[in-house]
């Protein structure tokens, strides 16, 4: 089904106040992030961040120096950022829309797409995905949801709200894709989120994200999962290691062990998206 784009906006728009307060096993998710990208900063210059909502990473990076395009389709965000930012000279603001970026080929050394500016396109996920290569010209990360997490959220969410399994959980588990129109009972499961709306959305298996990396000319350098460990380990195991900075930067090391060792292709974390892939382009 289409992706409204405009009503995404909006639903953007109404999150941003909240967009960087971390739930559970948000902060380990955010923090392995930050891990995966300083292995890929050497030689850096330009990073362009996409869906870069209130400048987790963006307004960092231009903090250290790089030179830093902060891209999101959503004015709030937007404006938050520009507000944290506005003393920096070397990070850009653009309003634009992940699956049609406004830049020539390969003009970043650095691209960060993670989170929402590909998992909330819905149908047009993919094509999220292959600007982001396009416009790559030595390191590309990004994140997506799982669909394996995901399947497991619609299990639970039907299961509480109907007392069974409804048609979401079918097609998540079959395409990995939801759409708050898709079926008549999908109101339900999405009453109570913000503005009882959660619009359109892909999950990926890491097979399907390598073959579309791929088929870009990208060579993947690492796919799998992002803190998996956290999510078996549960809410108040994460909440623990964040009361300590020693204890959270080795409960940290742990997860990338388990994700490298253990269950490299695991669900990932509760919040955030759990599924990782790092690649560059083939020249």
Not at 55 to 79: K, N, Y
Request: aromatic share 8%; net charge negative.
């Amino acid at each position: 089904m289409k992706t409204d784009f405009e009503r995404e906006k909006r639903w953007w728009d109404a999150k941003a106040p909240k967009e960087e307060q971390d739930l559970a096993d948000e902060a380990i998710n955010r923090a392995l992030r930050w891990r995966e990208i300083e292995r890929h900063l050497e030689g850096v210059e330009t990073i362009l961040d996409v869906g870069a909502g209130t400048g987790a990473f963006s307004i960092p990076l231009a903090q250290r120096g790089f030179s830093v395009t902060h891209l999101d389709f959503s004015p709030a965000m937007l404006e938050i950022a520009y507000r944290k930012a506005r003393h920096l000279r070397n990070i850009r603001f653009v309003e634009a829309n992940s699956v049609a970026l406004p830049f020539l080929d390969g003009s970043f050394d650095l691209v960060l797409n993670m989170d929402g500016a590909i998992s909330f396109c819905g149908s047009e996920a993919e094509q999220a995905i292959l600007e982001s290569c396009r416009v790559t010209k030595k390191r590309l990360i990004i994140t997506v949801s799982h669909r394996a997490w995901m399947v497991a959220v619609m299990v639970s969410s039907s299961l509480g709200v109907a007392g069974r399994l409804l048609p979401a959980v079918y097609s998540m588990l079959d395409r990995g894709e939801w759409h708050q129109e898709q079926f008549p009972e999908n109101r339900m499961l999405a009453k109570g989120m913000t503005q009882d709306y959660f619009g359109a959305f892909k999950a990926f298996l890491p097979g399907e994200l390598v073959e579309i990396l791929e088929q870009a000319g990208m060579r993947v350098l690492r796919i799998g999962g992002l803190g998996s460990l956290a999510n078996l380990c549960g809410k108040e195991t994460a909440e623990c290691t964040l009361r300590e900075g020693a204890l959270f930067q080795e409960f940290l090391a742990l997860c990338e062990r388990f994700d490298r060792e253990i269950l490299p292709d695991g669900p990932g974390t509760r919040q955030r998206a759990g599924l990782i892939a790092v690649a560059e382009p083939v020249r």
